[in-house]
């Protein structure tokens, strides 16, 4: 019914920065609510940041400052700028987003397959 498709990951050095980008398609009527989560390898998956339907925006602490959250309501994607990336940012990220689908009354979560962020120290 929708699809959440990442795109953006990859490798670089501590300081550097990328941008990921998740883009929706399908049975959409309306967008709520969409965010970034990331997941690193034994640790629980946790908000990155959010964007909601009204236009705020929300950080988790470890990133504020350095990361970016935005979207093309015309497009229906969502990007994630990473600049002054850390080791510690290294995980899987994942976009989710909350979506009315077409001739429903309901709201549902989905989730993309995920992108990998690899940051060198």
């Known amino acids: 019914q929708v699809q959440l498709v990442e795109s953006g990951g990859g490798f670089v050095q501590a300081g550097e920065s990328l941008r990921l980008s998740c883009a929706a398609s399908?049975?959409?009527?309306?967008?709520?609510?969409m965010a970034w989560y990331r997941q690193a390898p034994g640790k629980q998956r946790e908000l990155v940041a959010e964007?909601?339907?009204?236009?705020?925006?929300n950080y988790a602490d470890p990133v504020k400052g350095r990361f970016t959250i935005s979207k093309d309501h015309g497009k229906n994607t969502l990007y994630l700028q990473m600049d002054n990336l850390k080791p510690e940012d290294t995980a899987v990220y994942y976009c989710?987003?909350?979506?009315?689908?077409?001739?429903?009354?309901?709201?549902?979560?989905?989730w993309g397959q995920g992108t990998q962020v690899t940051v060198s120290s």
């Open positions: 989710n987003a909350e979506i009315v689908i077409t001739d429903d009354h309901g709201a549902y979560h989905f």
């Open positions: 399908g049975r959409i009527s309306e967008i709520v609510d």
């Open positions: 964007f909601l339907y009204e236009g705020t925006t």
